[in-house]
């Protein structure tokens, strides 16, 4: 079965850290873009960064820059978000999602196609 | 950073009515978009890419459509499983950014 699960969620500090984990199975990580997304309580999803197959490139939202470090391990077919000077508007349900990979005309689109089922990162002191 | 506008913010339709969901970038994407369902307490799932790619699995009564800046999610007919929160997302630039979400809710 496919399937994607994070773990490393919890309750941590203002200015604290925690490393998010998404372990995989069922398939092979390694050729896929692979990105966070979070989801405040009550609130919309926002995108947070994406790492590229090899991990050679990432790009990650401003509001984390500086602060979150998206990074994989593809002998491990895993990937982790280190958070760190956590705030907290940090607070929120954090999703990896797969790229499963759509081009069409040899344009690739984005395409989430794998979601874990998310773990709550709550920052309050 | 694109901003990404949907409309309605929420919706109430019956089974078997026709739904539609607009999203309007603040600049041009090209087709550069896709459509995500999310139920409640659940992780999205992905229903269109490229604007008008149906994913695998998704049930026909879905589709998208437009590039540019305007875009269209279709549901034909409405099922009670439809009862949902969606989002449309786009892959133009970074940061990628996400409509507000519309709400659907069954009558």
């Known amino acids: 079965e496919v399937q994607v699960v994070e773990s490393g969620g919890g309750l941590a500090q203002p200015g604290g850290s925690l490393r998010l984990s998404c372990a995989a199975s069922g398939f092979t990580l390694s050729s896929h873009w692979i990105s966070w997304f979070r989801q405040a309580p009550g609130k919309g999803l926002e995108w947070v960064a994406n790492i590229k197959e090899d991990g050679s490139l990432t790009n990650t939202v401003e509001s984390v820059k500086g602060r979150f470090t998206i990074s994989r391990d593809n002998t491990k077919n895993s990937l982790y978000l280190q958070m760190n000077s956590l705030r907290v508007e940090d607070t929120a349900v954090y999703y990896c999602?797969?790229?499963?990979?759509?081009?069409?005309?040899?344009?690739?689109?984005?395409?989430?196609?794998?979601w874990g089922q998310g773990t709550r990162v709550t920052v309050s002191s | 950073a694109i901003r990404m506008t949907q409309s309605p913010s929420s919706l109430s339709a019956s089974v078997g009515d026709r739904v539609t969901i607009t999203c309007r970038a603040s600049q041009g994407i090209r087709n550069e978009l896709g459509w995500y369902q999310q139920k409640p307490g659940k992780a999205p799932k992905l229903l269109i890419y490229a604007a008008s790619s149906l994913q695998s699995g998704v049930p026909s009564r879905f589709s998208g459509s437009g590039s540019g800046t305007d875009f269209t999610l279709t549901i034909s007919s409405l099922q009670p499983d439809d009862l949902a929160t969606y989002y449309c997302?786009?892959?133009?630039?970074?940061?990628?950014?996400f409509g507000q979400g519309t709400k659907v809710e069954i009558k």
């Open positions: 997302l786009h892959d133009y630039d970074y940061p990628r950014t």
């Open positions: 999602a797969i790229d499963t990979g759509a081009c069409i005309n040899r344009i690739c689109y984005d395409a989430y196609g794998i």
